[in-house]
């Protein structure tokens, strides 16, 4: 699936017009690194993926219980990896709901897998509300 959105910016009286092609692979997890290959072909300048990692709470729960550094969706990692040189190389942005309980890790997985210079990731957190339970009874 691939969506054209054309953006328009306003600048001092200048009309710029832009296409930004995003590429959405599918949320099977086992499907996606064939279709993030079909995205990198196709020039995509964005790769937003849904690992439908919420829908597995209860073993990223499990999983975070028993170690610290876990409680994300590991396939996240070589989905992205396995394409890393292209990404780089053709300046493409990856936008991934993996990070579950534990985004941070995630973050730090990947780059430690990675080791890439050149690659920035940023993880979005404080939606974790399993500490503040208690209090919201």
């Not at 953006?7 to 590429?23: A, D, E, F, P, Q």
């Not at 690194?33 to 439908?52: K, L, R, S």
């Not at 990675?114 to 208690?134: M, S, W, Y």
């Amino acid at each position: 699936n691939l969506f054209h959105t054309e953006l328009l910016y306003l600048k001092t009286k200048i009309r710029i017009k832009m296409t930004i092609r995003i590429g959405f692979p599918t949320s099977n997890p086992w499907a996606v690194p064939d279709h993030v290959e079909q995205m990198i072909d196709a020039g995509v300048d964005y790769i937003a993926c849904d690992f439908q990692s919420e829908m597995s709470l209860t073993q990223r729960i499990i999983e975070r219980e028993n170690n610290d550094d876990l409680g994300y969706v590991s396939a996240a990692v070589p989905t992205y990896k396995d394409f890393i040189d292209d990404i780089v190389r053709k300046n493409i942005k990856i936008v991934a709901n993996a990070g579950a309980l534990n985004p941070k890790g995630l973050a730090r997985r990947f780059l430690d897998e990675v080791g890439e210079e050149d690659v920035t990731i940023a993880a979005v957190t404080g939606n974790n509300l399993r500490g503040k339970v208690p209090d919201l009874r």
